[in-house]
């Protein structure tokens, strides 16, 4: 995060932020990347928008049992949101909801439904196919990506198809740059959850039924797309469409984080 905002005059209990995604270039010259966005105390980040938004309860849960809860009696863990629709251009099959989605400016990826991103992976051309070794759906850099879309609140948010390769360093066997998708679904341990539960009911990603205490998230790969802007007053979060926009040094692909190369996603 490379800019703040000051907060105007009167008294707001918000805070927004806006993440660019960073630039290849960038990455591989220097330690800092002078443009990655924006956190704004008291007022909303400057980036331009569109007509796409939404405000929405944040998700409460269960003290007890870690599952989400809507009502009076519920504690707050994270700024998570319900999500009606997860899906993506050209699907008409597979379609992820759940209740219990983190947004989470620390996490690369998104962590969805196993079956949304398997289905999603699948409609990579050339598709994406899952390395054991890097913890990722892999892919030619060179691959045509679908766009992923996200509905919360009635309000459908797209997510850039640059934000779903992730330049991992390496060539295949012909000499092709190899690209991690931003969208991975299977369930590993959650480090965040409340240490009595790691280890056993909660993970990142996983199945959308059947597993309960799975948390998915919308890390990076989303918030590239959106301005969130979370009122701690109220317990809401407004969700913005960014308008299009693209990353400094002509547009160039940005380098995999070292977490996702050393294969610890």
Known sequence: MSQLISP?????????????????????????????????????????????AVTVPIQGYNAATFTPENGTDVTYFYYAVDVERMSFTGNDVVFGTTNNIILDSGTTLDYVPTDVAEAFAA????????DDDFG????????????????????????????NLFPLGIQDDEGNDLCASGTFGE???????P????????????????????VFILGDTFLHNVVAT??????????SQRAPYTSESNNTRRRAPASVRRRNV
């Open 123 to 130: 409609a990579f051309d050339p598709p994406a196919i899952k």
């Open 195 to 214: 240490r009595k539960l790691i280890g056993s009911i909660s993970s990142d990603g996983g199945p959308s039924t059947g597993a309960e205490g799975n």
């Open 136 to 163: 990722v759906y892999t892919v030619v850099c060179s691959a045509t990506v679908p766009e992923f879309t996200v509905t919360i609140g009635g309000v459908t948010f797209t997510v850039d198809p640059a934000d």
């Open 8 to 52: 105007p005059k009167e008294k707001m209990m918000i805070f927004s932020v806006a993440l660019n995604r960073g630039s290849f270039a960038a990455e591989n010259s220097s330690d800092l990347d002078t443009n990655l966005g924006f956190i704004a105390f008291g007022g909303i980040a400057p980036v331009e928008v569109t007509d796409a």
């Open 230 to 239: 979370f009122n701690i007053e109220t317990d809401e979060i407004t969700i």
């Open 187 to 193: 369930g590993q341990p959650n480090p965040k959850a």
